[in-house]
T-cell receptor, first 114, second 113 residues
């Protein structure tokens, strides 16, 4: 069990650029979640997938944000036309099933928009 | 949706002191309840959980009991160590069967030798 992995770990971009993050969940976990964490706050939910289906999206996920999980394995989160307010830690988590609700988190991708 | 209120930090204790971090939540229905811990420079780790009323979750000497009547899930440890220094997050699941977690703001704990 290698855990949830995220790439890149750090991303610095200029305002207006597009960025894409990748998350590889724990093998055989069919649920995958994205959260965003800003300094001094707890994580806030963005979206989640069961296999390849995106089942829930937060109001935080504006039309500049899109997430995919094309084959029910890894997922990508894309932010278009980045703004300084997008600077945060983007966290991915995976879960084996609905019964336990246990979510296992990756190390996160820290985004800095200059 | 559900919401959670955590004890404000930071909390500073001496080694071997007793720890309580308060957590209360508002919920419709019966959420599952979690405590996560974030050590310096590391990702969130699941510390313990409870899925129904009166359940006690425990791990690494930490305990928390699901109190439905007071909608609380306070974290306790009888004797903290320097290595317990971290940020602790309380997180119920959201309402209506949603699987998302609703996190508190976190409580930073520093344990001095």
């Amino acid at each position: 069990d290698t855990g949830v992995s995220q790439n890149p770990r750090h991303k610095i971009t200029k305002r207006g650029q597009n960025v894409t993050f990748r998350c590889d969940p724990i093998s055989e976990h069919n649920r995958l979640y994205w959260y965003r964490q800003t300094l001094g706050q707890g994580p806030e939910f963005l979206t989640y997938f069961q296999n390849e289906a995106q089942l829930e999206k937060s109001r935080l996920l504006s039309d500049r944000f899109s997430a995919e999980r094309p084959k029910g394995s890894f997922s990508t989160l894309e932010i278009q036309r980045t703004e300084q307010g997008d600077s945060a830690m983007y966290l991915c988590a995976s879960s084996p099933d609905r019964i336990s609700y246990e979510q296992y988190f990756g190390p996160g991708t820290r985004l800095t928009v200059t | 949706g559900n919401s959670v209120t955590q004890m404000e930090g930071p909390v500073t204790l001496s080694e071997e002191a007793f720890l309580t971090i308060n957590c209360t939540y508002t919920a419709t229905g019966y959420p599952s309840l979690f405590w996560y811990v974030q050590y310096p420079g590391e990702g969130l780790q699941l510390l313990l959980k409870a899925t129904k009323a009166d359940d006690k979750g425990s791990n690494k000497g930490f305990e928390a009991t699901y109190r439905k009547e007071t909608t609380s899930f306070h974290l306790e440890k009888g004797s903290v160590q320097v290595s317990d220094s971290a940020v602790y997050f309380c997180a119920p699941t959201s309402q209506g069967g949603s699987e998302k977690l609703v996190f508190g703001k976190g409580t930073k704990l520093t344990v001095n030798p």
